[in-house]
């Protein structure tokens, strides 16, 4: 209740407001463009009728229409960590969403933490007495399986029984969570879970950068390993030569 972001003009504006080709560029290219939460070709992106791109023009447009403008900004404060949990390089990447967002007339301040802090506030919730004032929360979340990454958005599961940080409340995202828990083959639940990914895309339920690229280094005398696409690792297969 009262955050700028309450606002879907906002927060599409603020999607289409990201260069994130630079954003890529800036990590050395070990970062794919995010057009949802996962990537077009997993089985769980679905077709989202919003597209997830950089359009100044169209995102100017979206604030104009909520009320914003060069003589009358928004300011909002970001709770972000100064690294750990297998953040890419925090700082950098979000002083870089500052500056994209300063250009729509969006005004970000940062709380910043240490990583250990912003999960335990992640788990107070944003109604919580020492996080009054914060607008939204910066935290890499795996989406490898249907519930972590997925139920932080489910509105029963607010603080103390979840980590639903922002309070979110769709009836739209509510149907699809209990569609996805309800299908356990593997067809069924892709489509389930490609139905909820629509959902929170259209509604701009998060503000979508890049996918991390994950990038190891190991020696060329290690043999069998197959980076999976995720944070976990399965090293049972390595061997040295």
Known sequence: QGSPFADIRVRK???????????????GGSAQAAQGKVVPSSPWFGKPGFEIKFDLAEARKLMTE??????????ARVVIASGGGGQMVPMPMNELIQENLRQIWLDVSFEIVDFATIIGMMREGSRSQRQQGFHAIN????????TVGWVIYDSALVNPRGVNWGYYNSPAVDTALRNMRLAFEPAAQNAAMAKLHEV???????LFVVHDLNP?????????FVQAQHWFQDYTTARMR
Do not use: W
């Open 13 to 27: 504006a603020a999607n289409l407001a990201i260069d994130r080709n630079s954003m890529v560029q800036l990590l």
């Open 66 to 75: 909520a009320g914003y403008g060069p003589n009358r900004r928004l300011p």
């Open 216 to 224: 190891r280094a190991y020696s060329a005398r290690v043999e069998g």
């Open 139 to 146: 935290i890499a979340i795996p989406t490898i399986e249907p």
């Open 200 to 206: 929170l895309v259209d509604e701009a339920a998060a």
